[in-house]
């Protein structure tokens, strides 16, 4: 649909520390955002909560403030539609009042319940029908089958299980409803049939009714509520579309939408979208294999739980001068920070790191591995330590392409998404030391105009996706490796490769 008339779609990013906003118009012009962000509950024992209230709270407040920014009338808003991490757990009673606080994918808590649900199934068996090729404390079931031991009252009580994007489109809507993208990575999906996987409900003991209602991504799931209207300054024309999990979303905001096709995000946490045609099932590969939020199209997704978090963990710990200077100026402390980096050469003088602060992700998938900076020397700066975090980040991302290149995956160019995209210090690092062409764009709040495209399509402001892309997507910037760096950056790789595993045994 396209017309003289103006009509508006909203994306909704929920991250993992931060919620953004953007607002689109039929012709693909960002004309706002808006990001807020919000601190997790961490506590002892690799626990990692939040209330679900927040979410609901803080989503909100950006879309207020977007209307307000912007100046739109509400009633031109045709759809709005959600990005959203994986993963998070949510419990809800028949009312649909949440019954304790929102289990986040960061916690490892139910490290057992992984190593039961592996032993019942199989490695083999769960990578055929759900696509991930290890049991880690991350995915839902085993928050599932934790709860039923651990908080039998809760299990006894609970209606709906519910990730933040179901609970959201919940909250807006009335309705229960999920799309295939983010339920991949549940554990108690099936990515081939696209259906919920009734042997494994059987084992967790919750019954499909206890589930929402699988969609698409992409698909008009009804108008908002008069009461969700009041709260986000919307009117109840406006049309809820289910949106995607982050990272496909974040690919088709970055134009991504074919077979072959690469993003990576570096947000809280680091995550590739390797788009395929078929998914695989070869466990050796150690690398979950999801549906797209395009029909037809599946993808890897290599992750690691912790990146851009750490580099905010060393901001609010190690760097509040920066933070009071930026204040001050009215800039950016990260900034202040990588200008620190930049002073210092490729290598950091020996200094490395380990990102790991909440357990490690593909290909090692070890929750009991810490972070840790190794090659500490008197005269060493912040700039130092500062520069040994985005190179440890780098290091983690190359670990799966590497990965990826054993298996013969091919891989031309990245597209690099998310908070990391904005430093052309990082961007740059990851092309010398991956050997590969590194793209940014023009929009990088990428995974919110991904969730607000998905919006267009479900209203019919957009024909399809791929008009929808090429009318909304434009590049940016293009980081060719550079091969000094290259070789400098090799002895850097090897060195972390070998600090984690000397230290293997150790955890």
């Known amino acids: 649909m396209h017309s003289d008339e103006v009509n508006y779609i909203l994306g909704i990013d929920v991250g993992t520390t931060s919620i953004k906003s953007v607002l689109m118009n039929n012709d693909g012009v960002l004309l706002a955002s808006v990001m807020k962000e919000y601190t997790l509950d961490s506590g002892p024992d690799d626990t990692c909560e939040v209330h679900p209230d927040v979410y609901w709270n803080i989503t909100c407040q950006v879309i207020n403030d977007l209307l307000a920014t912007s100046n739109v009338n509400p009633e031109k ?39 039961a649900i592996e032993q019942e199934f199989g490695n083999q068996l769960l990578m055929d029908i759900t696509g991930q090729p290890e049991v880690v404390p991350t995915w839902p079931a085993t928050r599932i089958l934790w709860l039923r031991k651990n908080e039998p009252e809760t299990f006894r009580k609970a209606f709906k299980y519910l990730l933040v994007e179901d609970y959201l489109m919940f909250r807006m809507t009335g309705k229960y409803h999920t799309e295939h993208s983010l339920v991949s990575s549940t554990l ?55 949106g995607a999990y982050d990272h496909p979303a974040g690919a088709i905001g970055a134009g991504s939408i074919h077979s072959g096709d690469i993003t990576l995000t570096i947000g809280a946490c680091m995550a590739m979208c390797v788009a395929m045609g078929k998914p695989v099932s070869d466990p050796s ?69 380990l990102p790991h602060l909440m357990g490690a992700g593909s290909p090692e998938f070890n929750s009991d591995a810490k972070g840790v ?135």
Not at 325 to 337: R, T
Not at 439 to 456: E, K, P, Q
Not at 471 to 485: C, G, Q
Request: proline residues 4%; hydrophobic residues 40%; contains cysteine.
């Open 373 to 507: 900076f190794a090659g500490i020397k008197m005269g060493m700066t912040k700039g130092h330590f500062i520069r040994a975090i985005l190179e440890s980040v780098v290091c983690m991302v190359n670990r799966n392409i590497q990965i990826m290149k054993q298996q013969e995956i091919r891989i031309n160019d990245i597209n690099v998404l998310g908070g990391g995209s904005k430093s052309r210090l990082w961007v740059q690092m990851l092309a010398d030391m991956t050997g590969i062409p590194v793209n940014t764009l023009m929009i990088s709040d990428n995974a919110a105009t991904g969730a607000a495209l998905l919006a267009g399509v479900g209203t019919g402001v957009f024909a399809d996706m791929s008009s929808a892309c090429q009318t909304s997507i434009k590049p940016n910037t293009r980081f060719e490796p550079n091969p000094a760096r290259s070789e400098q950056y090799k002895i850097v790789y090897s060195k972390y490769l070998q600090l984690y595993q000397s230290l293997e045994l150790f955890w």
């Open 77 to 115: 808003v045709k759809g709005l539609a959600f990005a959203s991490q994986g993963e998070t757990f949510i419990v809800v009673d028949a009312a649909g009042k949440p019954i304790r606080k929102a289990i986040v994918w960061l916690d490892n808590r139910s490290t057992d319940e992984a190593r």
């Open 285 to 353: 590969l150690k690398l979950p294999c999801q549906c797209h939020a395009i029909d037809g199209l599946y993808f890897l997704l290599p992750y690691g739980q912790t990146a851009g978090i750490v580099l905010k963990w060393f901001r609010d710990e190690f760097c509040r001068e920066e933070i009071r200077q930026a204040q001050l100026e009215g800039s950016d402390p990260y900034d202040l920070m990588i200008a620190q980096a930049e002073k210092i050469a490729p290598g950091t003088e020996g200094l490395i790191m």
């Open 188 to 242: 108690y999906f099936d990515i081939a049939k696209k259906t919920w996987w009734n042997e494994m409900l059987r084992f967790l003991k919750i019954s499909v009714d206890q589930l929402p209602q699988l969609n698409s991504s992409g698909k008009p799931i009804g108008h908002i509520t008069a009461d969700a209207a009041k709260e986000t300054g919307l009117t109840i024309k406006t049309q809820c579309v289910t």
